[in-house]
């Protein structure tokens, strides 16, 4: 009796160190499958704060007609826009954006005031100014035809961010009837707005 027992006894071991190097096995894997998932999860979370590449605005008039389209690209300095415009009147204009991404014609009110996150005065000219939605004015030809490109270095693409294009209810480019004059308040006695589209992604 006493020989068969000490016979037992060490497969009996055996299978104690086989089962618990079993259970250490299967929890790793976990572990390992926990730590991909987070990366996952980390990755997808990363990839959505990151800027869209190009971002394109629709400007329509009072009457729902477009008129011009402006390209949108986060820059290291802040957002490039590009404006080209068809059917503007002949002459300069205040061209900025706007705190709200609406667009209702036909005066353009919805879109709110100038977008300005950080409550300073408008224009370049104003002493703690400008707002952070003032853009140089624009020159329409003859023809009503404007190209320009300007860098618009208070804002950015990026969400979340408190100077964010993309934030909760939008923002908006408007050109307006009249020059920017850079000092007046609260908008630079630009005139009506006659051209309007919603940036969004």
Request: with cysteine; proline share 4%; net charge negative.
């Amino acid at each position: 009796m006493k020989r068969w027992s000490l016979r037992v006894f060490p497969l009996f071991l055996v299978l104690i160190l086989v089962s618990c190097g079993s259970t250490e096995e299967g929890t790793g894997g976990s572990e390992n499958e926990e730590e991909t998932t987070t990366g996952e999860e980390n990755q997808e979370q990363t990839d959505s704060e990151k800027p869209p590449e190009t971002i394109t605005v629709q400007l329509k008039d009072s009457d729902g007609k477009e008129v011009g389209t402006a390209e949108l690209e986060q820059e290291d300095q802040g957002v490039d826009i590009n404006l080209v415009d068809s059917s503007l009147p002949e002459g300069m204009h205040g061209f900025h954006i706007h705190e709200k991404g609406s667009c209702e014609a036909p005066d353009f009110k919805s879109s709110g005031c100038h977008f300005n996150p950080t409550d300073v005065s408008h224009g370049t000219e104003s002493e703690d100014g400008p707002h952070a939605g003032d853009l140089p004015n624009i020159e329409a030809g003859e023809d009503g035809s404007v190209q320009k490109e300007v860098t618009a270095d208070q804002v950015t693409l990026k969400k979340g961010e408190k100077n964010s294009l993309l934030k909760e209810g939008g923002t908006a480019l408007v050109i307006h009837s009249k020059a920017d004059d850079n000092k007046s308040q609260p908008s630079g006695d630009a005139g009506e707005r006659i051209a309007c589209g919603v940036i969004e992604k």
